[in-house]
């Protein structure tokens, strides 16, 4: 099992940054593919990023590519997303994921292939 917990969330004015944590207790991280969405006020939780379980593959939401990176540190057990040039369009309480995947490539992209989640960080973009 994995517990998850995010961090770095906050008020930031429109074309600013912030850099999102997502900390993973337990000795197994290396074996999750690990994923970012977000839900905003009256709308479903949606997808932003994901990576594989080495980090060697990324995916990225349309909404966010080019402005948000995902990456990650094993020897951390934890994962990150740097997000750039916010737009209010971005406020949202953002949560990290979890999945337990055996392929080395593999970057899931739905709801319902992560079991683990986190309890979420608010992430709100000024104009």
């Known amino acids: 099992q994995v517990q998850l917990v995010e961090s770095g969330g906050g008020l930031v004015q429109a074309g600013g940054s912030l850099r999102l944590s997502c900390a993973a207790s337990?000795?197994?991280?290396?074996?999750?593919?690990m994923g970012w969405f977000r839900q905003a006020p009256g709308k479903e939780r949606e997808f932003v990023a994901g990576?594989?379980?080495?980090?060697?593959?990324?995916y990225y939401a349309d909404s966010v590519k080019g402005r948000f990176t995902n990456s990650r540190d094993n020897a951390k057990n934890t994962v990150y997303l740097q997000m750039n040039s916010l737009k209010p369009e971005d406020t949202a309480v953002y949560y990290c994921?979890?999945?337990?995947?055996?392929?080395?490539?593999?970057?899931?992209?739905?709801?319902?292939?992560?079991?683990?989640w986190g309890q979420g960080t608010q992430v709100t973009v000024s104009s």
């Open positions: 990576i594989s379980r080495s980090g060697g593959r990324t």
């Open positions: 337990g000795r197994t991280f290396s074996s999750y593919a």
């Open positions: 994921a979890a999945s337990f995947i055996i392929s080395d490539v593999y970057v899931a992209l739905r709801v319902n292939e992560y079991a683990y």
